[in-house]
């Protein structure tokens, strides 16, 4: 029977493999060719504005529209219909991300202490003032990226949001209805049919039909990550990273290899970029996982299964590991979006405290991914390639900003002064220390 799993042993890995296996995706987002072509397509809509978003849309997505047909009409909303069963899901999932973003929405309160005598400091929490929603369409429609996103945003309250969507290729223009019924169900009205880097772009500059906005969050291709790193450098705020799709399963030999297999492809079948690795001390595991693998791959359909193979093989696979300690150890360097444990529970509350660089930890075998991708409520919006060492997943944290503020009597700022003195001084800022000789002449 043919393997699907890469296999490979970290401790006799060199640290040119151990590189490659964490460094996964960057290369394909920041290649040359890429950002320049990139860098040309943002050039055109900031100078051609919707004209340039028709041409890109005819281009990429042989799709041939208007500037006045970018905007869904709220018509178009209004009357976007799905069956019921997926309305009750999609009501399910929105219910748990609200309550999800609720709590931390709470937990994010205004706040001020007395740090010495007379002087007072804290911080009011507030919305951004606007935000553009990414929801990626081509291989596969997301609604469920549409509540991942516009959730949090419409719990913190930010007060102006477009959605851009690709419409789906070779349909005269269609937006998912699952899409659009988000929305309604959201309140989000602005909602625009653009192609993915050029929508990012649109986004930034705002166009004659698009608003401008201040921040950009949204998960995407690497021409639509790159887009948004490129967006930067006019100001746009993005999250880094939200490109293919990542995960890591941690086992042991208490893992049922039937399940760690079918929560493997969860994530495999994203697309032939995405990156997914076993990490066992097991290896007697690895051989019942690929086994598995091929019975279960065989019931995807082709292109499915053609992802798969590129995740689990040349972009992923299975590592062996010494010990759990050393899965830990793997996981933090690897920093994936995604991470599920499959272990002993005597060793569970153990493994999660040591583990630290990932964008979501998952608890046992009731907990796949395909359940925190759709409907438990915590982000499944979370960092990829390795950005899982300094961010977080896309929360109602990501919409608010915090300003300080602070307050002093005379007492305060009498004991105060030398200090600001002493260094205004050693800095040369003259009027600094002006500011304060002026009140204590004394």
């Known amino acids: 029977m043919p ?11 060199s640290e040119i493999q151990r590189t490659a296996l964490c460094s996964r995706g960057l290369d394909e987002i920041f290649n040359p060719q890429l950002r320049s072509s990139i860098c040309e397509l943002i050039e055109d809509v900031r100078l051609r504005g919707d004209d340039a978003l028709c041409d890109a849309l005819q281009r990429f997505d042989a799709v041939a529209l208007t500037p006045d047909q970018l905007r869904l009409s709220d018509d178009d909303l209004d009357s976007a219909h799905v069956d019921e069963s997926l309305h009750i899901a999609l009501q399910d999932a929105i219910s748990h991300l609200q309550a999800f973003n ?37 291989k596969a429609s997301y609604p469920s990226v549409a509540y991942q996103l516009g959730v949090p945003a419409v719990v913190a309250g930010v007060p102006e949001l477009a ?36 929508g990012i772009a649109a986004l930034g500059f705002g166009t004659q039909t698009i608003p401008q906005v201040r921040k950009v969050v949204g998960p995407g291709s690497p021409a639509v990550t790159c887009a948004q790193v490129e967006m930067q450098r006019y100001g746009l705020a993005t999250m880094m990273l939200l490109g293919p799709t990542e995960s890591v399963v941690i086992a042991d030999h208490t893992a049922d290899s039937i399940r760690v297999a079918a929560d493997l492809l969860i994530e495999a079948e994203h697309g032939t ?20 693998l091929t019975i279960q791959m065989a019931q995807l359909p082709p292109a499915r299964a053609e992802a798969a193979r590129a995740s689990l093989g040349n972009n992923g696979g299975a590592i062996l590991v010494d010990s759990l300690v050393m899965a830990a150890d793997v996981a933090n360097r690897y920093a994936p979006e995604h991470l599920q444990i499959a272990v002993d529970e005597k060793e569970q509350d153990r493994l999660v405290d040591a583990l630290v660089h990932v964008g979501e930890i998952l608890i046992g075998q009731n907990t796949p991914f395909s359940a925190a991708n759709f409907v438990i409520g915590c982000p499944a919006s979370l960092p990829t390639s390795g950005f899982a060492q300094v961010s977080s997943g896309i929360t109602v944290d990501a919409f608010l900003k915090r300003t300080a503020i602070a307050q002093a009597d005379n007492r ?31």
């Open 412 to 442: 305060a700022l009498r004991r105060m002064s030398s200090t600001v003195l002493a260094l205004s001084d050693h800095e040369g800022f003259t009027a600094h220390g002006n500011a304060i000789r002026l009140r204590f002449t004394d």
């Open 102 to 138: 609720e709590h931390l929405l709470e937990r994010a309160t205004n706040w001020s202490i007395e740090i010495e005598p007379g002087l007072h400091v804290g911080e009011k929490i507030s919305a951004i003032s606007s935000a553009g929603l990414f929801v990626p369409s081509g």
């Open 163 to 198: 959605l851009v969507v690709p419409p789906i290729p070779n349909t005269g223009g269609r937006v998912d209805p699952a899409v659009l019924v988000v929305c309604r169900l959201l309140g989000i009205r602005n909602v625009f049919r653009v192609n993915g880097p050029a």
């Open 3 to 13: 393997q699907v799993l890469r296999r490979q042993v970290w401790t006799a890995m």
């Open 273 to 292: 970029d995405s990156s997914v690795v076993l990490l066992t001390p097991s290896a007697e595991l690895i051989e019942a996982v690929d086994e598995q």
